[in-house]
Structures are given as structure tokens and as C-alpha cells.
């Protein structure tokens, strides 16, 4: 079974370009999230997709990020225009819809650096 | 509110020894999920384990356990026999069901397995 594909894998830009991270998760897993995970801390969720309506985007900054997932499947994170402060980790994961038991499975990221 | 409390910034353990690693959290519903994950340096985030908030017995996976006290709302995990494969950063994380199931990661633990 494949796992979660991200790309690109890192990415340098400079402060106030665009960046744009893809995802496809396993087959058949209804649910993705986008973490943003800073040097040294947890994972914090961006924004979360059941199929391709948005469940949680609490924690989304809306002036600059955008994500999508068209059709349910894979999905695109955008950052634009990006800051400083945006220099992370940005995790893609995927689970099935089994309520509680449903543990995440994870891409292997995309290393962003803003300069 | 941090709902997922991790104290411990970093461990050290000596290598075959056991090492728990201290996890609270705080929620107000009835039905979560606790999990743990672990981040090698290479980045990628693994399932450990899952405990459910209804379960009467304490989960176990190989050389991991859950400690899990509900009434003091604590999952720490236990670690025995470490490796020197074990050296990673550990994750809780807690799922709960707030407008849709989201879960929420801990700042993690950073364990160092001596030789």
C-alpha cells in the first residue's frame, strides 16, 4: 500500500514569494490534514478536509495560506506572500473516517526556509 | 489552554532500561483518543499506540504501553528494554470530536538512549 506523497521535499524562497506543497494521501482515507510543524515543537493542525469540504481551518492564516482538495483526494497548500515566521515543516497526513480509533499517517513533509 | 501537556523538553535512558515519558491532556468530552508517535531525525512521524477513552485496559504494542489514569487524565508512555533505535522525539496527541474529529499534538519529548 503506498502512504502519503508530499512534494516538494524542500523548498527555499524568499520573504513575500508564493510556495505551493501537494499531497496525496492513501487510497481510499477520506480525511487530510495539513500540520505546520516549527523547529522544536509539536505539530499544529492548519486544516483539516473530510473528502472535499473543509472541517477545521481554525488555525489557518487566511491572509496568506489557502489550501484546497479538489475532488477528494490530493490536496495543495499555498502560502502567499510567504514570511519569515513561515519557515516549518509542513506535514501532510491522512486517516480513515473511524472516529476516535483513526490514527494518522504521515507523509514525509515539506522543509520550507524563508529568507 | 494547552490541552496536551508534555513536561519533560527531554530524557535520557540508558540503553535496555525502561523510560516513561509524561503525557496529560484536558478535555471535556466523554469519548478521545490518546496516541502517541514517534519523529526520528529523519523527520517522519510514526504510530506508537492508541488508547481509547473507554478502554479498561491499558494499551500495549511490543515494547510500548500506556500508562492511562482517566481520573487524573494522564498517558504516559512506557518504554522498556530501550534501543539505541529508539533515540527520537515522542509525540501525545489527543482526539477528540469538536465540530468533526480533529486531533491535536503535545511539544514532545526528546529521548536520548545512551550505550
Known amino acids: 500500500e503506498a502512504g502519503v506523497a508530499q512534494s516538494p521535499r524542500y523548498k527555499i524562497i524568499e520573504k513575500r514569494q508564493s510556495v505551493a506543497f501537494w499531497c496525496n494521501p492513501i487510497?481510499?482515507?477520506?480525511?487530510l490534514y495539513w500540520y505546520q510543524q516549527i523547529l522544536g515543537q509539536g505539530p499544529k493542525l492548519l486544516i483539516q478536509?473530510?473528502?472535499?469540504?473543509?472541517?477545521?481551518d481554525s488555525q489557518l492564516p487566511k491572509d496568506r495560506f489557502s489550501a484546497e482538495r479538489l475532488k477528494g483526494v490530493d490536496s495543495t497548500l499555498k502560502i502567499q506572500p510567504a514570511k519569515l515566521e513561515d519557515s516549518a515543516v509542513y506535514l501532510c497526513a491522512s486517516s480513515l473516517v473511524t472516529g476516535n480509533t483513526g490514527e494518522l499517517f504521515f507523509g514525509e513533509g515539506s522543509r520550507l526556509t524563508v529568507l | 489552554a494547552q490541552k496536551i501537556t508534555q513536561t519533560q523538553p527531554g530524557m535520557f535512558v540508558q540503553e535496555k532500561e525502561a523510560v516513561t515519558l509524561d503525557c496529560t491532556y484536558d478535555?471535556?468530552?466523554?469519548?478521545?483518543?490518546l496516541f502517541w508517535y514517534k519523529q526520528p531525525s529523519s523527520g517522519e512521524m510514526i504510530f506508537l499506540i492508541y488508547?481509547?477513552?473507554?478502554?479498561?485496559q491499558n494499551a500495549t504494542e511490543g515494547r510500548y504501553s500506556l500508562n492511562f489514569q482517566k481520573a487524573r487524565k494522564s498517558a504516559n508512555l512506557v518504554i522498556s528494554a530501550s534501543q539505541l533505535g529508539d533515540s527520537a522525539m515522542y509525540f501525545c496527541a489527543m482526539r477528540e470530536y469538536t465540530g468533526g474529529f480533529k486531533t491535536i499534538f503535545g511539544a514532545g519529548t526528546r529521548l536520548f538512549v545512551k550505550a
Open positions: 487510497s481510499g482515507h477520506a480525511t
Open positions: 488508547q481509547g477513552s473507554y478502554d479498561e
Open positions: 478535555t471535556s468530552d466523554q469519548s478521545y483518543g
Open positions: 478536509f473530510q473528502n472535499n469540504g473543509v472541517v477545521d
